[in-house]
């Protein structure tokens, strides 16, 4: 589905698809994303603020009434949402809509207002509240893909953004467009069980518009009326003692 | 102020904002001196293959390493047992190799504590005491079947005094057993999930920890919506509902140590369901005759009130077990960490090869894609590393420790691995190690274990540094993992084996190779001639080189044949396996039931000094930098303790205090806490965080097998003093009740 | 008439007025020399090494040292092998070419000056600007006629911004600030 406000017809339109079915909280997504975006950790005091930054964070639910419980996961970060409510709140447009689907956030405009962290629903943007601090020798690590934020500055997940220019890259090199399953950001590579798949939903050959056109899929907050690019597939129950 | 002082400030201001408009900077940018000949792009960097080591797993990962420095670790596509993914310990490698509490000089312990030496002298001083002990003294790791293992026991290993011991994850031996039940040698049961439409998980959380928490990962998300018509079901049974059990289709809380009568309780319906349907199945008909009586015993209606749940279900749960096969059943910690835990195995193990018959009947047969199995080959490759399944496991830490408080080893070598602290108090492991004239500990950061050693020898991270690796996992699948440095050490560290060959050789012993890296190749070119599918026209240095690009060898993909019916000798005799034990506990007077579990973070604690896997927040919990005990509401509330509130749980063995986190998904007669927390001393993050829950554990065995019976632990909850702040990333239940989730 | 004699808020505000005018003309004159400033930086290098005789006068094409430029992000600068294939036996006992020799025999590697350096949040890719045929001179200035390399241009946002807008390049700002 092509974000709605475009005009001219774009080649990619992003997605990412979270099949909640397969998801099993794990957690490796979280700290492959923290790996290869440079997302700093706070410490336990500032935790204790619920200042924690990752990026990616698997919401946890718990239903139900002993014995009968049942919990639930779901991965949530930026949902690139094409009528995303952070957008029209920057004062100095640091944030805004590419025309590939993704909600930019341009570290180096922003001067941390911090009014589009207020009005996210999905509370998925974080504030540098300090300077990350990646001290010697943990510093050896930082990816030098990804810029590293300094204070006041808003963050959020990218969809990996600097995977998808290197995707590109390769491509434009061999002549050819992206492929499905070229490119992979962090938290797809790595999830274990395949829950998380990304990808052109522009290609109607894509494993994304395959998904989103099935009947699982689901926008969170659909009622807001945000039209997020990243989708979830709706898990199940098949009753075993009815 | 005044005004010189103002226009003072302003001026300084001003400057200052000059100054930090400079892009006058001087930074250097340093060229090769010799360029990298293959033209590879500096900047997107050079991805090497080599073995994770986070865990005895075995995962292939390729590790993208820039301008000497690594990265970021993804699983290899190509490896059978990542197949392209990695967990989160993996993910977070990259910060352990450049964390600034590696040790970097050998110590050797003085008067004063310990003292840094060289490593010249570190030599001399192992070589003097490999003299000094013809041949009595142990060598012990995780249970890694690995090039220092191999290179310690092709040294010592014929030599009369010497133990080879592996501290593997508990309860391995006993899945050794229970796989080695049905089958002609001792494995790990291997069931095929991937293919199955419905599984039954006795307390085994394998998507969190076990064996190989990445492959049964992604074995799930197969099962559950890899194929497009099929959607497989899972039911869990076990005292807490972890995140395995979280993502499966049913809960059963079931008693502790009662999973192995629910096994035969099924199974008692399942051969009734075989014979009043007369399936036709290649199991002999008196054999089933002799089951179904020494199962009536085990009909659900008998054992039901003892399993707390109604009939039905039992009946419920065997019926898609023939239905919907192919089915498996899984066993895990709260099996093999009981006494009867064998018992309950077999039981298991039983439920499997019913499912395999009865799918071989409805010609549904396992389509395994599996690598070429190959039992001989992967024997000798075990052997030719040294810590096979015997030496693996508590029983054999049993046996060192009487060993050590005998005085039968002049001198140890552990080797990556933390017993002072993950074993319980009751096998009194530090005491047994002070009895040892000499210990070499070979580890990468100051631990319990390592304070307690005599000589401490800083060893390469495992992205530094070369060895070989055959894991256990999958059972008479020979997979030979290479492990390769990606990065030059990053600080003055040797690798431990070279340190030990080296040593060998200065006390003119029969050494196996110069170095590791010899050693690899060796083990290379010495089974190279019985890799299929490797190719054959290479040199000896080509075809390592070609090895190495791929991360290791294992044979290709083949469709397997079914798995073999067991032979009719093997299933008559089956009958005098079929009972079910009770449980024993430790403590039995106590009234709660104790039951620890490693997190997918901290795995048995070698995470805790890892600021990533500090502050994730773990998957039911949500909590980050915290230690904690689960209970459920109602034991919450006749405590009369809230969330945070402090409690004290003790046993016979030692005390611990912890905050309370309320959770539904437990046993109102089991309290859960997580094993990996409570270190003494194991740097700045670890240090003093949490209590060490393995200080409350006894030293109960598994009957059969002596596998450590780490959940048969009772004790006594207690309302302590003081509260402490839950570092929650979520709100207790979650936000949303669970729309989302319905279909 | 002395200062001394105006009420304070008076003072205080002759006091701003004229910081905020000083700010101001110091504001300016960073603006108006600025470019001048940061453009006419040419620092001294280990190596007395001179674009002028080899680009210039030998006419060595720039991707025979800089050779990672069309298949990489980073042109890079050249290994000490690079120049050790010519003079080994070209000039080899010129003062400036000895010291070169000594880096190279004693494995030690020449730690230039970096005179082109964007800042951190900048991602450049120098690959798909040589791939659309982007000359070296329009973004290094005319490097072959320098002696020692020196910041003809400013760098500024603008002045990418201008020809990327004029090419019909992306013009997102993520291409660039990751």
Request: net charge neutral.
């Amino acid at each position: 589905m092509k974000s709605f406000n475009y005009k001219k017809h774009n080649d990619y339109s992003w997605s990412m698809i979270i099949d909640l079915d397969r998801c099993n909280g794990c957690g490796a997504c979280v700290i492959g994303c923290q790996a290869e975006n440079n997302v700093a950790t706070v410490g336990e005091e500032e935790v204790g603020k619920k200042r924690n930054m990752h990026w990616l964070r698997i919401e946890r639910y718990i239903e139900g009434e002993y014995p009968h419980v049942k919990v639930r996961f779901l991965p949530m970060m930026c949902q690139h949402c094409a009528q995303a409510p952070c957008e029209s709140v920057c004062p100095v447009y640091a944030t805004y809509h590419n025309p590939e689907g993704l909600n930019v956030q341009v570290y180096n405009r922003c001067i941390g207002t911090r009014f589009c962290g207020n009005n996210c629903p999905y509370s998925v943007r974080y504030f540098n509240w300090f300077d990350s601090s990646f001290p010697e020798p943990v510093n050896n690590q930082l990816n030098p893909d990804v810029s590293v934020r300094e204070r006041g500055v808003m963050e959020k997940c990218s969809l990996c953004m600097q995977r998808i220019r290197r995707g590109k890259d390769t491509a434009k090199d061999e002549g050819r467009e992206v492929q499905d399953g070229d490119i992979q950001p962090a938290c797809a590579q790595t999830c274990p069980t395949g829950a998380i798949t990304f990808g052109n939903i522009n290609d109607h050959e894509s494993k994304v518009y395959k998904m989103a056109h099935s009947g699982r899929a689901i926008s969170l907050f659909e009622e807001k009326g945000t039209h997020p690019a990243v989708k979830y597939l709706k898990g199940g129950t098949n009753d075993v003692i009815g | 102020m005044d005004r010189r002082s103002f226009l003072k400030l302003s001026g300084v201001a001003a400057s200052a904002s000059v100054v930090g408009a400079c892009s006058r900077t001087s930074q250097n940018v340093i060229s090769f001196v010799e360029a990298p000949n293959d033209g590879a792009n500096p900047v997107d960097g050079d991805w090497f293959a080599t073995t994770c080591r986070e865990c005895n797993a075995g995962c292939g990962v390729i590790v993208r390493t820039v301008n000497g420095r690594a990265k970021k670790i993804e699983g290899n596509a190509i490896h059978p047992i990542s197949r392209g993914k990695a967990c989160a310990r993996s993910q977070a490698a990259v910060q352990t190799v450049y964390h600034p509490e590696r040790l970097t000089t050998p110590m050797l312990k003085g008067a004063g504590g310990f003292e840094s030496i060289g490593w010249d002298k570190a030599v001399d001083v192992i070589s003097q005491r490999f003299t000094e002990a013809e041949g009595k003294l142990f060598y012990l790791n995780n249970g890694a079947n690995d090039a220092s293992s191999g290179i310690v026991n092709e040294i010592f290993g014929k030599m009369d005094g010497f133990l080879n011991v592996g501290n593997s994850e508990p309860g391995f031996e006993s899945l050794v057993a229970g796989g080695a039940a049905l089958a002609d040698s001792p494995r790990l049961p291997f069931p095929d999930l991937d293919h199955a439409q419905f599984a039954i998980l006795f307390g085994a959380d394998i998507f969190e920890s076990g064996p190989s928490p990445v492959f049964w990962g992604g074995s799930f998300g197969e099962c559950r919506r890899g194929r497009a018509s099929v959607r497989g079901r899972l039911v869990y049974a076990g005292s807490r509902l972890s995140s395995t059990a979280a993502v499966c289709d049913l809960w059963l809380p079931v008693p502790p140590g009662k999973l192995g009568l629910l096994a035969l309780s099924v199974a008692q319906v399942v051969v009734d369901i075989i014979i009043s349907r007369k399936l036709a199945l290649t199991i002999p008909r008196n054999a089933l005759g002799r089951w179904s009586e020494v199962l009536k015993d085990y009909d659900p209606e008998k054992v039901a009130a003892q399993l707390e749940m109604p009939a039905e279900y039992i009946h419920k749960l065997a019926i898609p077990f023939v239905d919907e096969s192919p089915s498996v059943a899984i066993a895990g910690a709260d099996v093999t960490g009981h006494v009867n835990g064998v018992a309950a195995l077999d039981a298991v193990e039983f439920l499997n090869m019913l499912s395999y018959e009865i799918g071989r009947e409805k010609l549904r047969i396992h389509e395994r894609l599996t690598p070429e199995p190959n039992e001989g080959l992967k024997r000798r490759i075990t052997q030719a590393l040294g810590v096979d399944h015997e030496a693996q496991g508590y029983k054999r830490m049993v046996e060192l420790v009487d060993g050590m408080e005998q005085g039968k080893y002049s001198m140890g070598i552990i080797s990556h691995t933390n017993p002072v602290f993950d074993t319980p108090a009751g096998l009194k492991f530090k005491d047994a190690m002070s009895k040892v004239g000499f210990t070499v500990a070979v580890a990468n950061f100051m631990d319990e274990t390592a304070a307690e050693a005599t000589l401490v020898l800083p060893d390469h991270h495992w992205l530094e540094g070369w060895s070989v690796q055959n894991p256990n996992f999958v059972p008479g699948v020979p997979v030979l993992n290479l492990q390769q440095p990606v990065i030059r050490p990053f600080v003055d560290t040797r690798s431990g084996s070279d340190i030990i060959l080296a040593a060998a050789a200065a006390a003119k012993l029969k050494t196996p190779a110069a170095s590791t890296e010899e050693f690899v190749q060796g083990k290379v070119k010495q089974f190279r001639a019985e890799m299929l599918g490797a190719p054959a026209y290479l040199g000896d240095e080509e075809f390592f080189r070609h090895l190495l690009r791929n991360g290791g060898w294992w044979s290709s993909e083949i469709e397997n044949e079914p798995t073999p019916t067991p032979p009719d000798s093997v299933l008559w005799e089956y009958r005098d396996k079929l009972k079910a034990p009770e449980p024993e506990f430790d403590g039995a007077e106590n009234p709660f039931y104790l039951h620890p579990f490693q997190t997918v973070h901290m795995g048995r604690g070698q995470g805790a000094n890892n600021g990533w896997l500090q502050e994730a927040p773990d998957p039911i919990t949500t909590l980050m930098w915290q230690f904690w005990v689960e209970m459920n509401p109602a034991t919450a509330a006749k405590l009369g303790v809230v969330e945070g509130d402090m409690v004290k749980i003790s046993s016979a063995h030692g005390s611990i205090t912890a905050p309370v986190f309320p959770y539904k998904g437990i046993r109102p007669d089991v309290v859960a806490v997580p094993i990996g927390y409570g270190h003494t001393n194991y740097g700045k993050l670890a240090t003093g965080r949490g209590e060490n829950v393995m200080t409350l554990l006894g030293a109960k065995q598994d009957t059969d097998s002596g596998a450590h019976a780490w959940r048969a632990q009772k004790v006594k909850v207690e309302k302590a003093q003081g509260r402490m702040k839950m570092l929650r990333n979520a709100h207790p239940e979650g936000e949303y009740k669970g729309e989302v989730f319905q279909l | 008439m002395s200062f001394s004699k105006f009420s304070p808020i008076a003072k205080m505000v002759i006091a701003f007025i004229t910081t905020a005018g000083m700010g101001g003309g110091v504001f300016a004159a960073i603006v108006y020399f600025g470019p001048i400033w940061l453009t006419t930086w040419a620092p001294a290098q280990p190596i007395k090494f001179s674009h002028k005789l080899h680009a210039g006068t030998n006419k060595i094409s720039c991707e025979y040292c800089h050779s990672y430029a069309r298949r990489s992000e980073m042109a890079s600068i050249p290994s000490a092998d690079r120049c050790v294939y010519c003079h080994d036996y070209i000039k080899a006992d010129a003062p400036e070419i000895v010291k070169v020799m000594d880096h190279y025999n004693g494995d030690k590697p020449i730690e230039w000056v970096k005179v082109f350096d964007l800042p951190d949040h900048v991602w450049f890719n120098h690959k798909r600007h040589i791939a659309k045929d982007v000359p070296c001179q329009k973004c290094h200035g005319p490097v072959e006629t320098m002696d020692v390399v020196s910041r003809t241009n400013e760098f500024s946002m603008g002045f990418c911004l201008a020809c990327h807008q004029e090419n019909e390049a992306p013009t997102d700002c993520w291409t660039c600030h990751t």
